[in-house]
Nanobody, 115 residues
Framework: VQLQASGGGLAQPGGSLRLSCVAS????????MAWYRKALGKEREFVAR???????YYANSVRGRFTISRDNAKNVVSLQMNSLEPEDTATYYC??????????WGQGTQVTVSS
């Protein structure tokens, strides 16, 4: 089982980052994939999801700023994040959409938005 997220880092408000996640075929193939995030002291929350066909759906807080995509040949799901805000600071995780919160989530990747 693999969920390897990468691409996080420090960005200034208004800046951009691109996250990527390599998933095991057992998690990725034929499934809706999603990005979630967990800020310090808060519950993990949904960010965006993508159907196997490529159609995306977004949380209200990121709609118009973030774009989710997937490469079905490489089992990779990505998240392009533009117009970043300090409120986007969190650890970002990818997983199958609807994954059990108590299951495997990988290490995630830290995003910090600060001037």
């Amino acid at each position: 089982v693999q969920l390897q997220a990468s691409g996080g880092g420090l960005a200034q408000p208004g800046g951009s980052l691109r996250l990527s996640c390599v998933a095991s075929p057992s998690i990725f193939s034929g499934n809706e994939m999603a990005w979630y995030r967990k800020a310090l002291g808060k519950e993990r929350e949904f960010v965006a999801r993508i159907y196997p066909s490529g159609s995306g759906y977004y949380a209200n807080s990121v709609r118009g700023r973030f774009t989710i995509s997937r490469d079905n040949a490489k089992n990779v799901v990505s998240l392009q994040m533009n117009s970043l805000e300090p409120e986007d600071t969190a650890t970002y995780y990818c997983n199958r959409y609807g994954a059990n919160d108590g299951g495997y989530w990988g290490q995630g990747t830290q995003v910090t938005v600060s001037s």
